[in-house]
């Protein structure tokens, strides 16, 4: 029980959503209909891929999340050695199935998709690869994370790029790599003394924070842009709106001393609320595009 226990906290449960949510829209308002594939996928990318993407994670950053003080919750956990092969080999038991359905009723581009999904998984933390460590290159896989589950979603379901959809899902990755530099900026001190990198590392907490406010308003701007493309316009106004709680999360942290990184926690707990209230209000508007499609 304490093994599944410390699976079932590696694997973020506050996160889930953020992945299985945008797989699930994006496939449900293409097809229009619950059936075996949105059925699995839906909980495939809800909790075997946030084992993997987290589980991997934790693994092979034990080194420094002993030194950081906010893992071991829902922040994070801290595995114990003797838990990092369990966690390797339920990545694999409880990936590889839903893997399998997922590749067989796919099309190339789908698989293509899903494939590079997977290796961002891998490639983040795996020793060897560590993307995570590459300064700008690991915001951008952080956001690939939860950006192709839609991208997968969409290709999957046989939807047409239409020009707002290419905005949304390009104001969706800035989102990504915004809450995943504002993240990064907590750990500086923890990152350091575990001699690891990232773009706060190498940059700095205030430029990084600086950077994630650009990042979010910027995805505002491209989601407020789709209103030049579709009628009713009013949706794009109020999904665009949703980038403005982010933006006053950040804007306190934009002069940070790299010193005084920790605090940066306050907003980031705020960051997890602030996803379901936007979560909300863009559920709500597929709604209203669903009823009125």
């Given at each position: ?53 987290y ?48 590749i ?18 891998v ?27 839609a ?8 939807a ?13 990755f ?88 920790e ?31």
């Amino acid at each position: 029980m304490n093994t599944l226990k410390q699976l079932f906290v590696s694997s973020r449960p506050l996160s889930w959503i953020n992945t299985a949510f945008p797989f699930a829209a994006a496939y449900l308002m293409t097809t229009r209909q619950v059936d075996l594939t949105f059925i699995l996928g839906t909980i495939f990318f809800l909790i075997p891929y946030n084992l993997a993407m987290y589980g991997i994670n934790d693994v092979f950053d034990y080194e420094s999340d002993m030194r950081n003080p906010r893992k071991g919750g829902v922040e994070g956990a801290v595995l114990d050695r003797s838990l990092h092969k369990v966690t390797l080999w339920a990545v694999v038991i409880t990936n590889v199935p839903f893997l399998i359905y997922l590749i067989a009723v796919g099309n190339l581009d789908a698989n293509i998709v899903l494939a590079v999904s997977m290796f961002a998984v891998v490639a983040y933390s795996m020793k060897g690869l560590r993307f995570k460590e590459i300064p700008f290159l690991d915001s951008f896989t952080s956001s690939t994370h939860f950006v192709s589950p839609a991208v997968y979603g969409v290709i999957l379901a046989g939807a047409t790029f239409t020009p707002d959809l290419w905005l949304i899902l390009n104001a969706f990755f800035l989102w990504g790599m915004a809450s995943h530099a504002f993240g990064a900026v907590q750990d500086i001190q923890a990152d350091r003394e575990g001699e690891l990198s990232s773009i706060a590392t190498v940059i700095g907490a205030a430029n990084t924070s600086r950077f994630a406010l650009a990042c979010y308003a910027l995805a505002g701007l491209l989601i407020l842009s789709g209103a030049f493309f579709t009628e009713p316009t009013w949706p794009y106004w109020v999904a665009a709106a949703t980038a403005v709680p982010y933006i006053l999360m950040v804007w306190p942290f934009r002069n940070l001393s790299d010193a005084e990184c920790e605090q940066a926690n306050r907003g980031w707990k705020k960051f997890l609320g602030i996803n379901f209230f936007a979560g909300f209000i863009v559920t709500m508007l597929l709604i209203f595009t669903w009823l009125h499609g």
